[in-house]
């Protein structure tokens, strides 16, 4: 149990759908990221929200949109994704995206298939 | 801006063997350093954290990790490793708010 929830585990969806992942920390974390790890690739880091602000979008194409309600809670809405877009996704949280040496929490992460 | 170098994608080693794994980070200001390790359709764990003080640090699962600064490098070792310690290892280098990932190490304990 590492306080970060990640739903659904699994996700099956078509190029046209329109789906949400979702993450939520119970550890009192101020700062909150998605990343994607495909395989043979290095971890990408997607967006970091801080504060409920958003600080970073590392050229993340639009039809990946974030939405962060509060420091709890997170979320990805996917739509018209691509096939290369099938991957694991991985929420992770922090104390303070600002501070230094703050080791960051992560989910279990969503395995997402595009068809 | 800061990278990390995990010098092996694949470590195999027998059950009760000792084991290193290597990174090695570039960053021209001072750093933090993590391991972390992921288990098979889990997300990261953190296993170790070098803050300052000490430069040998001691971690989960019998795991320890040595900072050397002038070569650079945040080694992790385990003296006699189990079955259960196959998974994949990050190195992560934190400078700044700036977090960056290494490669990843799988390591493959075989009976």
């Known amino acids: 149990e590492t306080g970060v929830t990640q739903t659904p585990r699994h996700l099956v969806m078509g190029m046209t759908n329109k789906k949400s992942l979702k993450c939520e920390q119970h550890?009192?974390?101020?700062?909150m990221y998605w990343y994607k790890q495909s395989a043979k690739k290095p971890l990408e880091l997607m967006f970091v929200?801080?504060?409920?602000?958003?600080?970073e979008n590392n050229s993340v194409p639009s039809r990946f949109s974030p939405e962060c309600p509060n420091s709890s809670h997170l979320f990805l809405h996917l739509h018209t994704l691509q096939p290369e877009d099938s991957a694991l996704y991985l929420c992770a949280s922090s104390q303070d995206r600002q501070l230094g040496g703050q080791p960051q929490h992560f989910g279990d992460g969503t395995r997402l298939s595009i068809l | 801006a800061q990278s990390v170098t995990q010098l092996d994608s694949q470590v195999p080693v027998f059950e009760e063997a000792p084991v290193e794994l290597r990174c090695n980070y570039s960053s021209s200001v001072s750093v933090y350093l993590f391991w972390y390790v992921q288990y098979p359709n889990q997300g990261l764990q953190l296993l170790l954290k070098?803050?300052?003080?000490?430069?040998l640090v001691k971690g989960i699962n019998g795991f320890e990790a040595e900072f050397n600064k002038s070569q650079t490098s945040f080694h992790l070792r385990k003296p006699s490793v189990h079955i259960s310690d196959t998974a994949e290892y990050f190195c992560a280098c934190s400078a700044g708010n700036m977090l960056t990932f290494g490669g990843g190490t799988r390591l493959m304990v075989k009976p």
């Open positions: 070098y803050l300052s003080g000490s430069t």
């Open positions: 929200y801080n504060f409920k602000e958003q600080t």
């Open positions: 550890l009192g974390h101020n700062a």
